[in-house]
């Protein structure tokens, strides 16, 4: 089919969720304006940052297109006269770095099109919507029963997977959805497996996934269509959000929050483990459990984009369970990823930062106990409890649950070898990642303690002490040799000796480091 027959030259399948960091080092007045240099750093390696110039005008416009879709930033204000002062200049360039500080920490902005394209344009310059579009053309030139009826534009956070809302031709009042999306740093799978396998999920049933009408790939993307669902996700229920709208807009800036009824939380979150445990059972990784991920039909939850892992796409939640080295496979991120989903449910919005110290009121002892087991400080340090364990603790265990919908998800011996080994490259991947960040922290860590003005104090007395006591030792052998010398000299029987050279005072008073 002509549905793209090569990838792109070039590629660079950067991994978008990595986070980037921005610090102000130096501004530069001109003329009328003045310019701000700022360094962007990718991850924890210094090795891997840029220089950026960016004008005040710039922040305002990335800032006016963020207010477009609800959101009020701490932008300083604009000044018409007295902008070129010195004083002014300085002033306004600690605001613009709280600013970035503020959009580079925030989990859902940082990841977002108009931030990377701000702090990172060389990487993030491509139109992925324009892609998309000329993606799913030469798609419909052999796939002529469907027909576009508009661009979903900006409703995920992916940056390079775009959403269309679909049409049969000769059923013009149904509505499907239909996603593109473009290889992840962690695709393994060689082409005719990852092909083959994406082709195999239309024929996926389970009464708590949410079903592929069509499925296709090439060697650098691929293609599913899905009926689309008028009441949203679960996301969209707890945010109480209109499906089709932005991201952003949907889900950075609640006016409401407010959890879900404590019976809803059972039931979901059995159906959701549920599933969680068929997929883990049958070998297949999923490794994107989130609630914009999970579908709602009435009281059923049903989990989205099993295609994620096969395209090798990064997690939503990857920057946080990067930071635990104890949470290194994917079915332990699947546990750590429905901690932060039981959290939403409970709370009506995210945790602030994980691990969570101490949780707020929950609508009963049995939600804290599950969320404690996959949120703490205890359990991000020790690591995760099964799938099957949180099937069996109290919050889960008396939920009754009635389809009668038989599973169906048969995957050939050979794919199931070619997931394994794909399944443990994500892992190993995983794993150097925690392993870099760890030995990175424990540098930070030890050069902020030696750089303290406690340990200085400390280096200080030490370096006295130090010198006091290699003084009285010399003072004192010094004195010794001396006495010794003496006695020798008034035996008439005794042999006559050269006195010995004093032993040279220790340099540790000139090289002392204070």
């Known amino acids: 089919m002509a549905f793209m ?21 130096a501004s530069q007045s001109l003329q ?34 963020l207010q477009i879709v609800g959101l009020s930033l701490p932008l300083p204000p604009k000044k018409l006269i007295g902008n070129m002062d010195r004083e002014f200049i300085a002033e ?13 920490t925030n989990h859902i902005l940082s990841n977002c099109e108009l931030v990377k394209k701000f702090l990172d344009p060389n990487n993030y310059s491509a139109s992925y919507t324009e892609i998309a579009l000329q993606q799913v053309s030469m798609f419909f030139r052999s796939e002529p029963k469907w027909e576009v009826v508009e661009p979903l534009k900006d409703i995920g956070w992916r940056i390079r997977k775009k959403y269309f809302l679909m049409k049969i031709k000769n059923q013009p009042k149904e509505r499907l959805v239909l ?130 892992s096969l395209l090798g796409l990064p997690s939503f939640y990857r920057s946080y369970f990067s930071q635990f080295r104890k949470i290194n496979t994917l079915e332990s991120v699947d546990v750590h990823c429905f901690g932060h989903l039981l959290y939403e449910m ?37 690591g995760m409890p099964t799938v099957s364990r949180l ?37 190993k991947r995983l794993i150097e990642e925690q392993k870099q960040i760890h030995q990175h922290r424990r540098l930070t860590r030890a050069q902020s303690h030696h ?7 400390k280096r200080k007395i030490l370096a006295r002490k130090k010198s006091k006591r290699s003084a009285v030792e010399n003072s004192e052998e010094h004195s010794a040799k001396y006495s010794n010398s003496n006695n020798s000299g008034s035996g008439a029987s005794s042999p006559l000796t050269s006195p010995s050279s004093p032993t040279p005072p220790s340099t540790a008073v000139e090289h002392a480091p204070f």
């Open 346 to 382: 409970t709370y009506g919005r995210p945790p602030d930062s994980v691990p969570v110290d101490s949780f707020p009121p929950a609508p009963s002892m049995a939600v804290v106990a599950v969320l404690e087991s996959t949120l703490s400080c205890e359990a991000c340090k020790n």
């Open 5 to 25: 027959e090569k990838p792109p030259a070039g590629k660079v399948l950067l991994d978008d969720t990595v986070p980037l960091t921005a610090a102000i080092e």
């Open 32 to 65: 009328s304006h003045t310019e701000y240099i700022i360094r962007v750093q990718r991850g924890i390696s210094v090795e891997n940052s840029w220089q950026i110039v960016r004008r005040y005008s710039d922040f305002d416009l990335l800032n006016n297109s």
């Open 179 to 308: 996603s593109w999306a473009d290889l992840g740093p962690d695709k393994y799978l060689s082409d005719k497996d990852f092909q083959c396998l994406i082709k195999l999920l239309p024929s996926c049933l389970h009464p708590y996934i949410y079903r592929v009408t069509f499925a296709t790939a090439n060697e650098s993307s691929a293609l599913l269509i899905r009926m689309f669902n008028e009441k949203g996700t679960l996301k969209d229920l707890i945010y109480k959000a209109k499906p089709k709208d932005p991201f952003l807009r949907k889900y950075c800036n609640p006016k409401k929050i407010q959890g879900l009824e404590l019976q809803q939380i059972k039931t979901y979150g059995r159906q959701i483990l549920e599933v969680l445990k068929f997929l883990h059972d049958k070998g297949f990784p999923y490794g994107h459990l989130h609630a914009s991920n999970v579908m709602l039909e009435g009281d059923t939850c049903r989990l989205l984009d099993l295609e994620n």
């Open 391 to 427: 099937l069996q603790m109290p919050l889960f265990s008396d939920v009754l649950l009635t389809t009668s919908e038989k599973p169906q998800f048969k995957i050939p011996t050979k794919l199931k070898e070619a997931l394994r080994i794909a399944k443990e490259c994500i892992e």
């Open 92 to 104: 306004r360039q600690k605001g613009l770095q709280n600013y970035l500080n503020v959009i580079t």
């Open 451 to 457: 750089g303290s003005e406690e340990e200085r104090k």
